[in-house]
Nanobody, 121 residues
Framework: QVQLVESGGGLVQAGGSLTLSCAASGRTFSTMAMGWFRQAPGKEREFVAA???????DYEDSVKGRFTIFRDNAKNTVFLQMNSLKPEDTAVYYC???????????????WGQGTQVTVSS
Protein backbone atom coordinates (compact mmCIF):
# COMPACT_ATOMS: atom_id res chain seq x y z
CA GLN A 1 0.00 0.00 0.00
CA VAL A 2 1.17 3.52 -0.81
CA GLN A 3 -0.05 6.76 0.71
CA LEU A 4 0.36 10.00 -1.22
CA VAL A 5 -0.18 13.48 0.19
CA GLU A 6 -0.05 16.55 -2.04
CA SER A 7 0.62 20.10 -0.90
CA GLY A 8 1.57 23.47 -2.31
CA GLY A 9 -1.57 24.45 -4.18
CA GLY A 10 -3.08 27.90 -3.93
CA LEU A 11 -4.19 31.03 -5.70
CA VAL A 12 -1.73 32.76 -8.03
CA GLN A 13 -1.95 35.42 -10.71
CA ALA A 14 -1.36 34.58 -14.35
CA GLY A 15 2.35 34.49 -15.07
CA GLY A 16 3.16 33.41 -11.55
CA SER A 17 4.69 30.22 -10.18
CA LEU A 18 3.84 27.44 -7.76
CA THR A 19 5.61 24.27 -6.72
CA LEU A 20 3.51 21.27 -5.77
CA SER A 21 4.86 18.51 -3.54
CA CYS A 22 3.73 14.92 -3.13
CA ALA A 23 5.04 12.96 -0.16
CA ALA A 24 4.89 9.18 -0.45
CA SER A 25 4.99 6.46 2.19
CA GLY A 26 4.36 2.75 2.46
CA ARG A 27 6.56 1.32 -0.28
CA THR A 28 9.98 1.81 -1.78
CA PHE A 29 9.51 5.19 -3.39
CA SER A 30 12.67 4.99 -5.48
CA THR A 31 11.31 2.03 -7.47
CA MET A 32 8.04 3.69 -8.43
CA ALA A 33 7.13 5.92 -11.34
CA MET A 34 5.26 9.06 -10.33
CA GLY A 35 2.78 11.12 -12.27
CA TRP A 36 0.93 14.41 -11.95
CA PHE A 37 -2.60 14.75 -13.31
CA ARG A 38 -5.18 17.53 -13.11
CA GLN A 39 -8.92 17.81 -13.27
CA ALA A 40 -10.83 20.99 -14.00
CA PRO A 41 -14.54 21.33 -13.18
CA GLY A 42 -16.68 19.40 -15.64
CA LYS A 43 -13.67 17.82 -17.34
CA GLU A 44 -11.95 14.46 -17.19
CA ARG A 45 -8.74 13.97 -15.28
CA GLU A 46 -5.82 14.56 -17.63
CA PHE A 47 -2.12 13.79 -17.72
CA VAL A 48 0.32 16.58 -16.90
CA ALA A 49 3.74 15.03 -16.31
CA ALA A 50 5.44 11.82 -15.22
CA UNK A 51 8.85 10.71 -14.06
CA UNK A 52 10.30 7.22 -14.03
CA UNK A 53 12.24 5.69 -11.15
CA UNK A 54 15.45 6.50 -13.07
CA UNK A 55 14.50 10.13 -13.77
CA UNK A 56 13.11 9.95 -17.29
CA UNK A 57 10.43 12.61 -17.82
CA ASP A 58 7.35 13.04 -19.96
CA TYR A 59 5.14 16.12 -20.30
CA GLU A 60 1.81 16.97 -21.81
CA ASP A 61 2.35 19.37 -24.71
CA SER A 62 0.61 22.38 -23.15
CA VAL A 63 2.95 22.40 -20.13
CA LYS A 64 6.25 21.70 -21.86
CA GLY A 65 8.74 24.46 -21.15
CA ARG A 66 6.63 25.78 -18.25
CA PHE A 67 6.38 22.83 -15.82
CA THR A 68 9.16 20.64 -14.45
CA ILE A 69 8.69 17.35 -12.64
CA PHE A 70 11.48 16.14 -10.37
CA ARG A 71 11.91 13.80 -7.47
CA ASP A 72 13.94 13.53 -4.29
CA ASN A 73 14.22 9.86 -3.43
CA ALA A 74 15.91 10.61 -0.10
CA LYS A 75 12.77 12.50 0.95
CA ASN A 76 10.25 10.20 -0.79
CA THR A 77 8.84 13.24 -2.53
CA VAL A 78 7.98 14.22 -6.08
CA PHE A 79 7.57 17.84 -7.11
CA LEU A 80 5.90 19.75 -9.90
CA GLN A 81 7.38 23.19 -10.46
CA MET A 82 4.93 25.31 -12.43
CA ASN A 83 6.02 28.56 -14.05
CA SER A 84 4.26 31.02 -16.35
CA LEU A 85 0.92 29.83 -15.08
CA LYS A 86 -2.19 30.48 -17.15
CA PRO A 87 -5.87 30.60 -16.15
CA GLU A 88 -6.39 27.37 -18.09
CA ASP A 89 -4.03 25.63 -15.66
CA THR A 90 -6.69 26.02 -12.96
CA ALA A 91 -7.61 22.56 -11.67
CA VAL A 92 -7.25 20.12 -8.83
CA TYR A 93 -3.82 18.54 -9.20
CA TYR A 94 -3.29 14.91 -8.22
CA CYS A 95 -0.13 12.87 -7.86
CA UNK A 96 -0.12 9.18 -8.61
CA UNK A 97 2.22 6.23 -8.24
CA UNK A 98 2.63 3.30 -10.58
CA UNK A 99 5.03 0.90 -12.22
CA UNK A 100 5.95 3.10 -15.20
CA UNK A 101 5.51 6.76 -16.27
CA UNK A 102 2.30 6.20 -18.20
CA UNK A 103 -0.05 8.89 -19.44
CA UNK A 104 -3.27 7.03 -18.70
CA UNK A 105 -5.17 7.43 -15.43
CA UNK A 106 -6.11 3.75 -15.30
CA UNK A 107 -2.46 2.67 -15.29
CA UNK A 108 -1.68 4.20 -11.92
CA UNK A 109 -2.30 2.22 -8.75
CA UNK A 110 -2.25 4.88 -6.04
CA TRP A 111 -3.56 8.43 -5.85
CA GLY A 112 -3.36 11.38 -3.53
CA GLN A 113 -6.32 13.47 -2.44
CA GLY A 114 -5.48 16.41 -4.70
CA THR A 115 -4.56 20.04 -4.21
CA GLN A 116 -6.34 23.01 -5.75
CA VAL A 117 -4.47 25.36 -8.07
CA THR A 118 -6.30 28.50 -9.12
CA VAL A 119 -4.77 30.94 -11.61
CA SER A 120 -6.45 34.33 -11.87
CA SER A 121 -6.31 36.45 -15.01
Amino acid sequence: QVQLVESGGGLVQAGGSLTLSCAASGRTFSTMAMGWFRQAPGKEREFVAAISWSGGRDYEDSVKGRFTIFRDNAKNTVFLQMNSLKPEDTAVYYCAAGSAPYRQVRQYDYWGQGTQVTVSS
